[in-house]
């Protein structure tokens, strides 16, 4: 399955469009409005879905980068995970973002190739669609 980590400031307008147009596709996909039900233990099902995935597609946005709490403690769990595995699990999808703003972040993040988009392009289907089919495409190391 497909992790989709995001910013929740970017839930309506980026996450949810993308993680609804990867299940159209027939890619399993945890995305916590899909997966969280009233009363689970918000740390235990995140971290659940984390451990449990075959590649997160993170959600670059600037809210992101400038998010200290929740989306940072993802990203530093997959990333941890994917060094300990050594294998690919993170698939970027930079959104609205520069290189020199995901370097301020993180220069591992920086240093992986992303699929790059704007926020306007994921309001069409096409564009939409593009950004689905690229994370697709990213295929783990096994």
């Known amino acids: 399955a497909f992790f989709i980590s995001y910013d929740a400031r970017n839930r309506e307008t980026i996450a949810r469009p993308i993680a609804a147009r990867l299940t159209s596709k027939g890619e399993p996909v945890w995305f916590d409005d899909f997966d969280l039900r009233p009363g689970d233990n918000l740390r235990q099902t995140i971290e659940d879905g984390l451990k449990k995935c075959r590649q997160c597609a993170l959600l670059v946005t600037k809210e992101l980068l400038t998010n200290d709490a929740w989306a940072k403690v993802e990203f530093d769990a997959i990333f941890a995970r994917e060094v300990s595995e050594k ?24 240093n992986k190739f992303a699929v790059v988009c704007t926020a306007e392009e994921l309001q069409s289907e096409a564009g939409l669609e593009r950004v689905a089919h690229a994370i697709t495409m990213a295929k783990p190391d096994t």
């Open 87 to 110: 294998r690919k699990i993170i698939v970027p999808v930079w959104v609205d973002v520069t290189r020199s703003e995901v370097e301020a972040f993180s220069l591992s993040l920086a």
